[in-house]
């Protein structure tokens, strides 16, 4: 039994799927590891570490392999390297890559999207969208502090006392709450708004000040945020606005599950900031929390200089492997089972709610339902034994033209 670990492909991705110090828990459960040559380099992990832990670092990682693992989508190239029936582990954001979904289909590829495992407590181990949301609050939260000049905490001192830095975070899910620990951490006051009930309660139990702006909560399913109304929005972003022009820092980080990030300060908002604010806007890359911001860039509005986040767990590649490879580890646990002499076997059992509910493609199709909806129309297809391409997947291969789905009804 063989894993193998992928050398990753996409522009900027930093990070890798094993780190040499889980490689043990691997090898214990029976398997060979295999990590493609310069897998860990963004990461500061040599070979010759990866050597050291137990695996075998080769060219043709991928040959034998019943399982590959990886951070991001496994490239075209790379999927028709597979030998059919290889199990798959990695971020597949299936709205997004449909190519990718369609190559995964037709290599008769069992796909696993990480941020389709069920959110429920059995699973939370697994769960690589709270870990990496975990690094990348830290990191907002520090890149405000480096970007702002001027203290975090309070100061008082022979020559006088600084005040400490008004900082406000809006999304207390799993980044927002890194986000204001850390801030309190180097000493900011941090005030917080969620529009979750539950939130309020988080926010202060991080010693933050949770921002009551008497608005109608909004849960959606499994502890998520609902979409908000156009009036309420609009009412929010009034009630916030105070808040916000009296911020040094201004950090954001929220988001709906399936949608594009809630727009939740306007440009005319942060145009009422001081001199020397910063606005840090986490979900920059999925539409943004602020009008303007630009993923991966710092671009000036009124005055403040606003930080737009481009893979954010990639710029802390170490730590965001070392807990991405944990996640990996439990759901590989998880994929094996015993044989009669105790040995470990590659076995998923896909009775259970956590391989079923992550798979996307298996035995030449598409099981993740509402993907298969989006690319095959709506009626169920025929299983395809051959690795062509169906008619039905033709249009989707063209990545920049987004698929007509109306056309097929
Ligand atoms: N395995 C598990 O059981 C598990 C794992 C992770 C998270 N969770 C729960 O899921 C919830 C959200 O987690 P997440 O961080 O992944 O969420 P997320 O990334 O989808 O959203 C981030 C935050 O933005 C907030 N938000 C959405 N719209 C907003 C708006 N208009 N204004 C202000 N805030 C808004 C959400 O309420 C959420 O707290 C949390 O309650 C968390 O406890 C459960």
């Given at each position: 039994?063989?894993?193998?670990?992928?050398?990753?492909?996409?522009?900027?991705?930093?990070?890798?799927?094993?780190?040499?110090?889980?490689?043990?828990?691997?090898?214990?459960?029976g398997?060979?590891?295999?990590?493609?040559?310069?897998?860990?380099?963004?990461?500061?992990?040599?070979?010759?570490?990866?050597?050291?832990?137990?695996?075998?670092?080769?060219?043709?990682?991928?040959?034998?392999?019943?399982?590959?693992?990886?951070?991001?989508?496994?490239?075209?190239?790379?999927?028709?390297?597979?030998?059919?029936?290889?199990?798959?582990?990695?971020?597949?954001?299936?709205?997004?890559?449909?190519?990718?979904?369609?190559e995964?289909?037709?290599?008769?590829?069992?796909?696993?999207?990480?941020?389709?495992?069920?959110?429920?407590?059995?699973?939370?181990?697994?769960?690589?969208?709270?870990?990496?949301?975990?690094?990348?609050?830290?990191?907002?939260?520090?890149?405000?502090?480096?970007?702002?000049?001027r203290?975090?905490?309070?100061?008082?001192?022979?020559?006088?006392?600084?005040?400490?830095?008004?900082?406000?975070?809006?999304g207390?899910?799993?980044?927002?709450?890194?986000?204001?620990?850390?801030?309190?951490?180097?000493?900011?006051?941090?005030?917080?708004?969620?529009?979750?009930?539950?939130?309020?309660e988080?926010?202060?139990?991080?010693?933050?000040?949770?921002?009551?702006?008497?608005?109608?909560?909004?849960?959606?399913?499994?502890?998520?945020?609902?979409?908000?109304?156009?009036?309420?929005?609009?009412?929010?972003?009034?009630?916030?606005?105070?808040?916000?022009?009296?911020?040094?820092?201004?950090?954001?980080?929220?988001?709906?599950?399936?949608?594009?990030?809630?727009?939740?300060?306007?440009?005319?908002?942060?145009?009422?900031?001081?001199?020397?604010?910063?606005?840090?806007?986490?979900?920059?890359?999925?539409?943004?929390?602020?009008e303007?911001?630009?993923?991966?860039?710092?671009?000036?509005?009124?005055?403040a200089?606003?930080?737009?986040?481009?893979?954010?767990?990639?710029?802390m590649?170490?730590?965001?492997?070392?807990?991405?490879?944990?996640?990996?580890?439990?759901?590989?646990?998880?994929?094996?089972?015993?044989?009669?002499?105790?040995?470990?076997?590659?076995?998923?059992?896909?009775?259970?709610?956590?391989?079923?509910?992550?798979?996307?493609?298996?035995?030449?199709?598409?099981?993740?339902?509402?993907?298969?909806?989006?690319?095959?129309?709506?009626?169920?297809?025929?299983?395809?034994?051959?690795?062509?391409?169906?008619?039905?997947?033709?249009?989707?291969?063209?990545?920049?033209?987004?698929?007509?789905?109306?056309?097929?009804?």
């Amino acid at each position: 039994m063989r894993i193998a670990v992928a050398k990753e492909t996409r522009d900027g991705e930093s990070r890798v799927a094993m780190v040499p110090e889980l490689v043990g828990k691997l090898t214990g459960l029976g398997y060979d590891v295999a990590v493609e040559p310069g897998a860990g380099l963004h990461a500061l992990i040599s070979d010759e570490e990866y050597t050291a832990a137990g695996a075998v670092v080769d060219v043709a990682a991928f040959e034998g392999a019943d399982l590959v693992v990886s951070v991001q989508p496994l490239s075209i190239a790379q999927i028709r390297d597979l030998a059919r029936g290889t199990t798959t582990i990695s971020f597949l954001p299936v709205g997004q890559e449909q190519q990718t979904v369609v190559e995964l289909r037709d290599a008769g590829v069992t796909s696993h999207a990480v941020e389709l495992i069920p959110r429920i407590s059995r699973a939370q181990s697994m769960d690589g969208l709270s870990s990496q949301a975990l690094v990348a609050g830290y990191r907002c939260a520090i890149v405000a502090a480096g970007m702002l000049r001027r203290f975090f905490p309070l100061n008082m001192t022979a020559a006088g006392t600084v005040q400490a830095a008004e900082i406000v975070v809006l999304g207390a899910g799993v980044a927002g709450l890194q986000a204001i620990a850390t801030a309190k951490r180097l000493g900011a006051v941090v005030r917080a708004y969620d529009v979750r009930a539950a939130a309020a309660e988080e926010i202060r139990s991080m010693g933050a000040k949770s921002i009551d702006l008497d608005l109608e909560t909004l849960e959606g399913t499994g502890g998520y945020a609902r979409e908000m109304t156009d009036d309420r929005a609009a009412r929010q972003r009034q009630l916030l606005t105070p808040y916000i022009a009296s911020a040094d820092a201004l950090i954001t980080t929220a988001a709906v599950p399936g949608r594009p990030a809630p727009m939740l300060v306007t440009r005319e908002m942060v145009e009422q900031m001081k001199p020397g604010s910063v606005v840090v806007d986490l979900a920059a890359e999925s539409g943004g929390n602020v009008e303007g911001s630009v993923a991966g860039e710092v671009v000036r509005i009124g005055n403040a200089q606003v930080w737009g986040g481009r893979n954010v767990p990639s710029q802390m590649p170490g730590p965001a492997s070392r807990l991405y490879a944990q996640n990996v580890v439990n759901l590989v646990t998880l994929m094996t089972a015993e044989d009669d002499e105790g040995n470990g076997v590659f076995s998923p059992d896909y009775a259970d709610e956590i391989l079923s509910g992550s798979c996307v493609t298996q035995d030449g199709r598409i099981v993740h339902e509402p993907t298969r909806e989006a690319i095959e129309g709506t009626s169920e297809p025929e299983p395809t034994e051959t690795p062509e391409p169906t008619a039905a997947a033709v249009p989707v291969e063209q990545p920049d033209v987004p698929y007509d789905q109306e056309a097929d009804q």
